[in-house]
């Protein structure tokens, strides 16, 4: 039998233990330490006291064993930073504010991390209403400053402290995205720094800034981006709850969904609504950046469809003072602070997603099997949660080619996660995947399954995530590698683009 690539690795490994010169002037965490300190890099390697601090992320099912992580303070230091890597054969990658749910961040054991907390400038060109935002910024902040200096907004994902650039690129969902589009649409431009330290800016209309939506990370280090942002025309908002009565059977949160959808796909529901519906209490929440009595005019009708299936269902509605007090209610009390908030605790988890078109929507049956695959969970060391975000709105007029990841006429975002308690059981991932699969499978019956870059399995194959991501554009995608990361620097994560297959 010939050896296993594991038994391979295990002998070198062997081999380097016994060398440790050899090993200094090759890859390990030596070598490039020292290049690193030659190029006069603040950085940290796992025998500092900053280690914890520099490796925190959200999720700790992902091991985080970076051969280090830099404090980049400028631009040269990037560079010099890539100028080690590339001699050390050493992947690359980024890390904001570590809330990758797939703890993308450190990526793959080995690489050296760059951490662009440091890329903090924000700037407004009031001729172009665009923000231009430096890749070490988080929305909190962000939003502020945009507020409080402009009165304007962007739409961005829910979490203050989430960082701009990696939500953005990975597509970003907010309660403003049925009005302005996703995050990831509203980008105008992104400014990177490619493998050889060169510095390029993907500009409307460019691959690379295709490519940045969707897939960004894969291609080099965002160092900041230009922004489109919106004006608020009413400053005020409503949030609201709608229950369908205790304990709805499957069937009855089954038809109301399905209500629901209706009533999105037949325009009856303004942009200017937010609509989260939950797996759990089978409640819908959400926001209404409108008036009270256009809030009304639209819900009306809806809720008395609804109540022909459940007939106890109530609405509260809560109208708030200011768009603002509702981008605090939305997204965090970090939206007031000049930090964004803190990381959090970390999570044991696993996150899966899938995206409902307008052309091939939820059939009753598939609905519930959502209800039932989640409901169904059978033991206490993982719990589950999840939602259908309401998509619809803008990206009824986006087609699946505007952007690398394909989100023409998404209509629902679902999303299930399982949370380990205080660990993660060692078949958690297998175990969250097969009990969502009667629900999974009823999709592929419909059409092929879509899938949504932030809240993607980690633990699909290529085929299987690269179609549900990308679709038909994977393959530019993969050219897109091949011209801007011929040397894979950027690979060293689970979702990142592979260079094209080419016959040989
Ligand atoms: C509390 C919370 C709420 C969330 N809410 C939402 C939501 O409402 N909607 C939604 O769509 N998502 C949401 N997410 C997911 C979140 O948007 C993504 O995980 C996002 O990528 C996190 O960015 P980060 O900088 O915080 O994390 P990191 O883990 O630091 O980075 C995430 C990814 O982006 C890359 N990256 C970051 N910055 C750069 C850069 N400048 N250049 C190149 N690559 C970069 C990293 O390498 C990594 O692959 C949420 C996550 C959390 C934890
Ligand atoms: C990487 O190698 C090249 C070629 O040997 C050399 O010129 C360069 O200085 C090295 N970079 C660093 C940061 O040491
Ligand atoms: C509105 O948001 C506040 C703050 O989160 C919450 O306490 C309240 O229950 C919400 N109201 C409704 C009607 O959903
Ligand atoms: C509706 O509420 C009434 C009174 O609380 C209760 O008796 C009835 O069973 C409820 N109906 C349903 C369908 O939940
Ligand atoms: C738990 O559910 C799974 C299916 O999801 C099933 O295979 C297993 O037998 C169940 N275990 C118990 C203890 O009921
Ligand atoms: C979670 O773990 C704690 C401590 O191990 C335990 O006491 C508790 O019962 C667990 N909860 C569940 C739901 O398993
Ligand atoms: C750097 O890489 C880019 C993308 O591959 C390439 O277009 C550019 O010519 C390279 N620059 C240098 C100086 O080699
Ligand atoms: C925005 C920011 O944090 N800038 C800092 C980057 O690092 C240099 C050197 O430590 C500081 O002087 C800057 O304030």
């Given at each position: 039998m010939a050896p296993t690539r594991s038994f391979i690795l295990q002998v070198v490994s062997s081999l380097l233990y016994l060398s440790p010169e050899w090993v200094l002037a090759q890859t390990s965490p030596g070598g490039i330490a020292t290049c690193l300190q030659g190029e006069g890099l603040q950085f940290s390697t796992s025998s500092d006291t900053t280690w914890t601090t520099a490796t925190a992320a959200l999720q700790l099912r992902v091991l985080r064993e970076p051969s280090a992580v830099v404090f980049a303070q400028d631009r040269d230091d990037i560079v010099a930073a890539l100028s080690c890597a590339r001699n050390a054969s050493v992947k690359v990658s980024t890390v904001n504010r570590g809330h990758s749910f797939q703890g993308y961040a450190f990526g793959t054991p080995g690489n050296l991390v760059i951490d662009?907390?440091?890329?903090?400038a924000l700037s407004f060109d009031a001729s172009t209403n665009e923000l231009t935002v430096g890749g070490g910024t988080n929305v909190g902040p962000t939003a502020k400053y945009l507020w409080d200096n402009h009165h304007r907004h962007f739409p961005h994902v829910r979490g203050s402290h989430v960082g701009m650039l990696g939500s953005m690129m990975g597509g970003g969902f907010g309660t403003t995205t049925r009005m302005f589009g996703s995050p990831m649409d509203n980008l105008a431009s992104v400014e990177y720094m490619l493998a050889n330290g060169s510095l390029v800016t993907a500009g409307a209309g460019s691959d690379l800034l295709w490519a940045a939506q969707?897939?960004?990370?894969?291609?080099?280090?965002?160092?900041s981006a230009k922004i489109r942002t919106h004006a608020i025309v009413h400053d005020g908002a409503l949030n609201y709850t709608i229950s369908l009565g205790s304990d709805p059977s499957i069937d009855t949160v089954a038809s109301a969904l399905l209500r629901i959808q209706e009533f999105a796909l037949d325009n009856q529901?303004?942009?200017e609504l937010s609509l989260r519906f939950m797996l759990g209490n089978a409640q819908s929440v959400g926001y209404f950046y409108g008036q009270e009595a256009a809030f009304d005019r639209a819900m009306t009708p809806l809720l008395d469809s609804l109540r022909s299936i459940a007939p106890n269902v109530t609405l509260r509605k809560n109208v708030l003072a200011s768009f603002w007090e509702s981008e605090v209610i939305s997204t965090g009390i970090g939206m007031n602070s000049p930090t964004g908030g803190t990381l959090g605790a970390g999570r044991f988890m696993h996150i899966q997603s899938w995206v409902a078109t307008s052309d091939n929507p939820l059939s009753a049956k598939q609905a519930s099997s959502l209800f039932e695959s989640h409901r169904s969970r059978n033991r206490t060391d993982l719990t589950n949660s999840g939602f259908l975000d309401l998509w619809a709105g803008t990206s009824?007029?986006?087609?699946?080619?505007?952007?690398?990841?394909h989100q023409g006429k998404n209509l629902w975002l679902i999303r299930v996660d399982g949370v380990g308690n205080g660990s993660w059981p060692t078949d958690g991932v297998s175990y969250m995947q097969n009990l969502m699969r009667p629900f999974t499978d009823s999709l592929r019956v419909t059409g092929p399954l879509r899938s949504f870059v932030n809240y993607a399995?980690?633990?699909?194959d290529l085929d299987e995530w690269s179609a549900m991501l990308y679709g038909s554009n994977f393959a530019r995608l993969q050219e897109i590698k091949a011209a801007m990361d011929p040397s894979e620097m950027?690979?060293?994560?689970?979702?990142a683009i592979p260079l094209p297959s080419r016959a040989w």
């Open positions: 662009l907390k440091n890329f903090t969707g897939a960004g990370p894969s291609f080099g280090i965002a160092l529901l303004p942009d009824l007029r986006t087609a699946d080619s505007d952007t690398s990841l399995d980690s633990d699909l950027f690979s060293g994560y689970g979702h």
